[in-house]
T-cell receptor, first 111, second 114 residues
Framework: LAKTTQPISMDSYEGQEVNITCSHN???????ITWYQQFPSQGPRFIIQ?????VTNEVASLFIPADRKSSTLSLPRVSLSDTAVYYC????????????WGAGTKLIIKP | NAGVTQTPKFRILKIGQSMTLQCTQDMNHNYMYWYRQDPGMGLKLIYYSVGAGITDKGEVPNGYNVSRSTTEDFPLRLELAAPSQTSVYFC?????????????FGPGTRLTVT
């Protein structure tokens, strides 16, 4: 199976920009790279997805280099409510419809 | 819209017992998924379905079974529960085909097997 690697945890302060990178050495060629947010005792919530270059929506940006071996989730001007676990999700190229979730990055925002 | 609903929210099983985790979505999504999430870990795909009558195994299917008789419902069956199946189970649905992974998740079922 493909493998993804994310930092286990990160700290930041309110108002700062936070960047979380996920390494995915081998992903399905035509698949999107997707990021989710999860609060305790809740299901994951979709944040953003992209195929290459840069994608931006109302809550985040996603940067994907041309080789697609990594992706960086950027959260602008974080607040305390952004404290959560963030996961990247990719498709495995060698297995039919296998979805590979990262182990997650626990982001703690301090006042 | 209720979205994706799961029942029960919590359950304690004894080793060897069986149970069915219910999942229903009211968004008319073709794609549905069952995941398990162990403490401090990411999600692992158990089974998925691309439409009524069609199911397939994910990464960790052993000890589980699914069925998809309608678009709305995707129950997960645990036969002969084992302590290794203690986990939080999430059901998800999506209107998007393989390659795009925007999914809508239910609130989860916390299962303990003792």
């Amino acid at each position: 199976l493909a493998k993804t690697t994310q930092p286990i945890s990160m700290d930041s302060y309110e108002g700062q920009e936070v960047n979380i990178t996920c390494s995915h050495n081998n992903i399905a060629t035509n698949d999107y790279i997707t990021w989710y947010q999860q609060f305790p005792s809740q299901g994951p919530r979709f944040i953003i997805q992209g195929y290459k270059t840069k994608v931006t929506n109302e809550v985040a940006s996603l940067f994907i280099p041309a080789d697609r071996k990594s992706s960086t989730l950027s959260l602008p001007r974080v607040s305390l409510s952004d404290t959560a676990v963030y996961y990247c999700l990719v498709g495995d190229p060698d297995s039919n419809y296998q979805l590979i979730w990262g182990a997650g990055t626990k982001l703690i925002i301090k006042p | 819209n209720a979205g994706v609903t799961q029942t029960p929210k919590f359950r304690i099983l004894k080793i060897g017992q069986s149970m069915t985790l219910q999942c229903t979505q009211d968004m008319n999504h073709n794609y549905m998924y069952w995941y398990r999430q162990d403490p401090g870990m990411g999600l692992k795909l158990i089974y998925y379905s691309v439409g009524a009558g069609i199911t397939d195994k994910g990464e960790v299917p052993n000890g589980y079974n699914v069925s998809r008789s309608t678009t709305e419902d995707f129950p997960l069956r645990l036969e002969l529960a084992a302590p290794s199946q203690t986990s939080v189970y999430f059901c998800a649905s999506s209107p998007y085909p393989q390659g795009t992974y925007e999914q809508y998740f239910g609130p989860g079922t916390r299962l303990t097997v003792t």
